[in-house]
């Protein structure tokens, strides 16, 4: 078990440029849920993924957020012309579901996005 | 709508002290609820969870007790070490079927030798 992983750990951009980061789930995980940490603050949920498909994105998740799960494996959330407002800790989590009983989110470590 | 309170912090507590971290919830339907921990340069890790009313999660010398009546889930441990330093958030499910969960703010414990 190697964890939930997400690349870059860090990323530096200028306003109006896009970025596009990546999450490798726990590999039989087939939920993968993406959130976005401020300093100070708690995760706040952007999307979730069951397999393939996208099944909620919160308000949060404006036009110029997508993400995407293509082969219900790793996940991609690319953020387009940035914004100073986009910079914080963007958090991956994957589970499992388990049947009667709430599946445990694993988190991974988070890329931190500046933007200048 | 969902949301999650959890007690204004930092607490800063001296090694074997009793700690207490109040922790309260409104949610629709009937939330799973959970405390995670975040260590210092660490990603968050799932301390504790309760998936119904009474119920009692505990690890690692901590619990907490799903509280209905009182929409409450108050960590607790009665001698913290300096090694629990971190931060503490608390969440739930909100009553939905796939587990997105709502988090509190936040409590930074520090504790001291």
């Known amino acids: 078990d190697t964890g939930v992983s997400q690349d870059p750990r860090h990323k530096i951009t200028k306003r109006g440029q896009n970025v596009t980061f990546r999450c490798d789930p726990i590999?039989?995980?087939?939920?993968l849920y993406w959130y976005r940490q401020t300093l100070g603050q708690g995760p706040e949920f952007l999307t979730y993924?069951?397999?393939?498909?996208?099944?909620?994105k919160s308000r949060l998740l404006s036009d110029r957020f997508s993400a995407e799960r293509p082969k219900g494996s790793f996940s991609t959330l690319e953020i387009q012309r940035t914004e100073q407002g986009d910079s914080a800790m963007y958090l991956c989590?994957?589970?499992?579901?388990?049947?009667?009983?709430?599946?445990?989110?694993?988190f991974g470590p988070g890329t931190r996005l500046t933007v200048l | 709508g969902d949301s999650v309170t959890q007690m204004e912090g930092p607490v800063t507590l001296s090694e074997e002290a009793f700690l207490t971290i109040n922790c309260t919830y409104t949610?629709?339907?009937?939330?799973?609820l959970f405390w995670y921990v975040q260590y210092p340069g660490e990603g968050l890790q799932l301390l504790l969870k309760?998936?119904?009313?009474?119920d009692k999660g505990s690890n690692k010398g901590f619990e907490a007790t799903y509280r209905k009546e009182t929409t409450s889930f108050h960590l607790e441990k009665g001698s913290v070490q300096v090694s629990d330093s971190a931060v503490y958030f608390c969440?739930?499910?909100?009553?939905?079927?796939?587990?997105?969960?709502?988090f509190g703010q936040g409590t930074i414990l520090t504790v001291h030798p």
């Open positions: 969440a739930h499910t909100g009553g939905t079927s796939y587990g997105k969960l709502t």
């Open positions: 989590a994957s589970s499992f579901p388990t049947s009667g009983v709430t599946d445990t989110q694993y």
């Open positions: 993924f069951q397999n393939e498909a996208q099944l909620e």
């Open positions: 309760a998936t119904k009313a009474d």
């Open positions: 590999s039989e995980h087939n939920r």
């Open positions: 949610a629709t339907g009937y939330p799973s």
